[in-house]
């Protein structure tokens, strides 16, 4: 199924793995199925014909940013940031924190409404590789963003 590397990466987050770091806003579903809408609703009016399936596809939405929140996973170990998240194939992203160049925390215009934040974790590849947490709260975003700057720091060896 997964490449064997010798390690048990891969198997973070079985159905009985580990959990996220910090849970999503409560809000996030909603806020999700809102942004899905909002581009399908601006992607149909350019492709004037969609806009007749629009009520067709509000189910199918619903149903994927379901299955996506269900499915995002992201866990802080003791070398490295891992991230998977997807729905029909799933992304994985593995940043060790000696990588880690800069870490965000923002908000969209959407995000903003229903007071979420979202953490972008960028680092030091060629082409400039990021990871994005979305939808968090004000406090786990920043629990988050903290502990990865220390984590960083002990990566580096970097005192205050």
Known sequence: MFLNTGCDTFAMFGEEGKTNFTQFAGKA????????????????????????LLPLTIPFIAWYANQWLGRFKFTLDESKL????GVFL?????IPYEN????????????????????????ATVGGGSARIPLLEK?????????????????RNVTD
């Not at 891992?82 to 998240?85: I, L």
């Not at 799933?90 to 593995?94: G, K, T």
């Not at 800069?102 to 215009?109: A, F, G, K, N, R």
Request: aromatic letters at 14%; glycine letters at 4%.
């Open 90 to 94: 799933y992304n994985y992203q593995l």
């Open 100 to 123: 880690v160049q800069d870490i965000h925390v923002t908000q969209s215009l959407v995000d903003q409404i229903f007071g979420m934040w979202s953490v972008t974790v960028f680092t």
């Open 139 to 155: 406090d786990g975003a920043e629990r988050l963003k903290d502990e990865l700057f220390r984590k960083m720091k002990e990566a």
């Open 29 to 52: 579903r909603l806020v999700y199925i809102l942004n899905s809408l909002l581009g399908l609703l601006i992607f149909s009016v350019v492709i004037f014909p969609l806009t007749v």
């Open 82 to 85: 891992f991230v998977r998240y």
